[in-house]
């Protein structure tokens, strides 16, 4: 089977959950419910969870600098996450956001191995910021949380992402491929730099509180107050849920994550429903700056 062939397989695959799964969600929340709640959203919160959106992405190039160890401009790091943003959203069956700040990073250095280390070492310091700030919010709302049954689930996920890094970094698999083992090089090399990480991870908490925010603004535009256990432990979950590549861009999915884990706590389903789209679309919305600076960045030198 060539390549371009199991590509459209796994695009089909991931239109049919995406399908489905949005199939059932309507189904239980209602689509004219759903479409009610469209037509009431605040607009001017819907701007400021986009601005927001915007403010976070900045805040991720900050992070994303301090493991490039200084040598590219904040701008033309900015720049790059927005562009990745925008494949992200727009574009999910064609080439992945990580993916596209990886090729013009190594276009402009010329080291694969740290080029992808860079995006991986962004990546999983976002990731463990995101699961601190769960697990962080889980003990505070540990009594809720156990009168639902979910005081075991961000622990659960911290406890297997700690101990798949130990595997992952102890063993060093793939080492023998030459880009592998540059990769292993770099975060090595990174882990080393204390502040950088540090500053990084901070960076990862104020994203997540940013992230939280949106959803909380989104929430008020349709009226629905949400509460700490929501914003700063569900929609963590729904974060890493939405992270499997199952759908087309998250669709079906995080719906279905927000209508359950939502419901738990009372909200309708139509509410979590509408809260799911509008939040996607306020991010769709800020990505489009990543369209432009595609169309720019296609015309730039290569950094020094």
Partial sequence: MSKRMKQALLLALKVTVSGFLLT????????????????????????????????????????????????????????????????????????GGDAVKAYYLYKDTGKGGSSIGSVFMDRYIGFFGLLSVGLVSGLIAFSELKTIGMQWMVPSLFIGFLAGSVVFFRLR?????????????????????????????????????LTASMVACVGLGIGQRLSFTELFVFVPIIIIITMVPLSISGLGVRESAFVVLFGLTGVSPHAATSISFIWFLSIAAASLIGLVEYLRYRRRPPAA
Avoid: C, T
């Avoid at 400021?48 to 994303?64: D, K, N, P, Q, T």
């Avoid at 090595?188 to 990862?204: G, N």
């Fill in 24 to 95: 059932l969600v309507f189904r239980k929340a209602g689509l004219r419910e759903v479409l009610d709640q469209f037509s009431s959203m605040d607009l001017r919160l819907f701007a400021l969870a986009s601005l927001l959106y915007v403010v976070a992405i900045f805040a991720s190039a900050m992070r994303w600098q301090q493991l490039l160890e200084g040598r590219h401009q904040l701008g033309r790091v900015f720049s790059l996450y927005m562009i990745g943003s925008f494949f992200n959203n727009f574009l999910p069956g064609a080439v």
């Fill in 173 to 209: 698999i793939g080492r023998r491929f030459s880009a592998v083992s540059d990769f292993y090089d770099y975060f090595h090399r990174v882990i080393r730099d204390k502040p950088a990480v540090l500053k990084a991870y901070l960076l990862s908490l104020v994203i997540q509180v």
